[in-house]
């Protein structure tokens, strides 16, 4: 591989980096590595041990897209420990152009690339194929964008949207939100709607039930929920699918996206039997006069491991996408 062939991209969540390589004008990942954040001091320490791993001794162009808002030139992720400033690393490496976006901008870019054959319908339909569409998932955060067609192409939305309250609708989550308050303070959706809010949700249901909580991760909630091993962990993980359709829902009414809902991220996929038979249709479904309106929106769930990756490779080109 040589340098004048490739530029690099990059998916940088809270618990792994992803990066790749692509070819001028193209969006096909080449070369992929995950590294985790965790083993490396900052973004330029791992971004020299991938390019030293791929062969490369420098590449011309860069787009990386962050799991953190993005605004000036300093970027400090919001759940890991990496910090840097946008104008010295593209100094370091002697990018011409570098491209930070949010996790989910690239996201939203990337479903435009998803093949059907990686998209599994959970409920709705048709849509409308000329209104925006919402890209939403639970990872290690709650990851929130969208995109707006234009004449010829899509503008993706740069958005917070997992930071919004979360919003009860019965007595056992005004119990929950309480619960969570006394822990956190301010109660967002992603306190909930990602890996960590399972098992804050997990045990908040223990404690309203008065029972005992034994598991302490939440990949291991998951795992009992599916094993159906332990029936807190099982109550939990589809409460934790009922709030995301409502979500869901509520973001679809906001943005107008009755283009469709693209589910992404790490933990729906592995879930995917479970969740398609979960209260999430019902949560998502449920708006009152609205209902018809959603109830049109076709859901799909995203199977692409490396959707945030193709929508790097896809900021790169598109001009509604700045480059520092």
Same mark, same amino acid.
């Given at each position: 591989?040589?340098?004048?062939?490739?530029?690099?991209?990059?998916?940088?969540?809270?618990?792994?980096?992803?990066?790749?390589?692509?070819?001028?004008?193209?969006?096909r990942?080449?070369?992929i590595?995950?590294?985790?954040?965790?083993?490396?001091?900052?973004?330029?320490d791992?971004?020299?041990?991938?390019?030293?791993?791929?062969?490369?001794a420098?590449?011309?162009?860069?787009?990386l897209?962050?799991?953190?808002?993005?605004?000036?030139?300093r970027?400090?992720?919001?759940?890991?420990?990496?910090c840097?400033d946008?104008?010295?690393?593209r100094?370091?490496?002697?990018?011409?152009?570098?491209?930070?976006?949010?996790?989910?901008?690239a996201?939203?870019?990337? =479903? *435009?690339?998803? $093949? /059907?054959?990686?998209? %599994?319908?959970? +409920? @709705? #339909?048709p849509?409308?194929?000329?209104?925006?569409r919402?890209?939403?998932?639970?990872g290690?955060?709650?990851?929130?964008s969208?995109?707006?067609?234009?004449?010829?192409?899509?503008?993706?939305?740069?958005?917070?949207g997992?930071?919004?309250d979360?919003?009860?609708?019965?007595?056992?989550?005004?119990?929950?939100?309480?619960?969570?308050?006394?822990?956190?303070?301010r109660?967002?959706?992603?306190?909930?709607?990602?890996?960590?809010?399972?098992?804050?949700?997990?045990?908040?249901?223990?404690?309203i039930q008065?029972?005992?909580?034994?598991?302490?991760?939440?990949?291991?909630?998951?795992?009992?929920?599916?094993?159906?091993?332990?029936?807190?962990?099982?109550h939990?993980?589809r409460?934790?699918?009922?709030?995301?359709?409502?979500?869901?829902?509520?973001? =679809? *009414?906001?943005? $107008? /996206?009755?283009?469709? %809902?693209?589910? +992404? @991220? #790490?933990?729906?996929?592995?879930?995917?039997?479970?969740?398609?038979?979960?209260?999430?249709?019902?949560?998502?479904?449920?708006?009152?006069?609205?209902?018809?309106?959603?109830?049109?929106?076709?859901v799909?769930?995203?199977t692409?491991p490396?959707?945030?990756?193709?929508?790097?490779?896809?900021a790169?080109?598109?001009p509604?996408?700045?480059?520092l």
């Amino acid at each position: 591989m040589t340098a004048s062939q490739y530029a690099l991209v990059g998916d940088i969540g809270g618990t792994n980096a992803r990066f790749a390589l692509v070819e001028p004008g193209r969006v096909r990942p080449e070369a992929i590595e995950i590294l985790p954040c965790g083993d490396y001091g900052n973004l330029d320490d791992a971004v020299v041990s991938y390019l030293e791993r791929t062969g490369v001794a420098a590449v011309s162009e860069a787009c990386l897209a962050v799991a953190s808002p993005v605004s000036g030139t300093r970027v400090r992720m919001t759940n890991n420990h990496w910090c840097f400033d946008t104008d010295e690393i593209r100094s370091r490496f002697g990018w011409q152009s570098f491209k930070v976006i949010n996790d989910y901008t690239a996201m939203a870019l990337g =479903v *435009l690339h998803v $093949g /059907s054959e990686q998209l %599994v319908h959970v +409920c @709705g #339909g048709p849509g409308d194929k000329r209104r925006p569409r919402l890209v939403m998932g639970p990872g290690t955060g709650l990851g929130v964008s969208g995109l707006v067609p234009l004449t010829q192409g899509w503008v993706p939305l740069i958005t917070e949207g997992g930071h919004v309250d979360f919003a009860p609708t019965d007595d056992i989550e005004m119990d929950i939100l309480r619960i969570l308050q006394a822990r956190f303070g301010r109660v967002s959706v992603e306190r909930i709607l990602c890996g960590q809010g399972l098992l804050n949700l997990y045990q908040a249901h223990g404690q309203i039930q008065g029972v005992a909580t034994p598991l302490d991760a939440p990949e291991k909630v998951t795992a009992a929920a599916l094993a159906q091993a332990d029936a807190l962990a099982r109550h939990a993980l589809r409460h934790f699918c009922e709030i995301l359709g409502r979500v869901a829902g509520n973001a =679809v *009414l906001t943005l $107008g /996206s009755t283009g469709g %809902v693209y589910l +992404c @991220g #790490g933990i729906l996929p592995r879930i995917l039997d479970f969740f398609l038979e979960s209260p999430f249709r019902t949560g998502f479904e449920d708006k009152g006069r609205m209902r018809p309106l959603v109830e049109r929106t076709p859901v799909y769930v995203v199977t692409e491991p490396y959707t945030g990756l193709l929508g790097a490779a896809e900021a790169l080109r598109n001009p509604e996408v700045q480059a520092l």
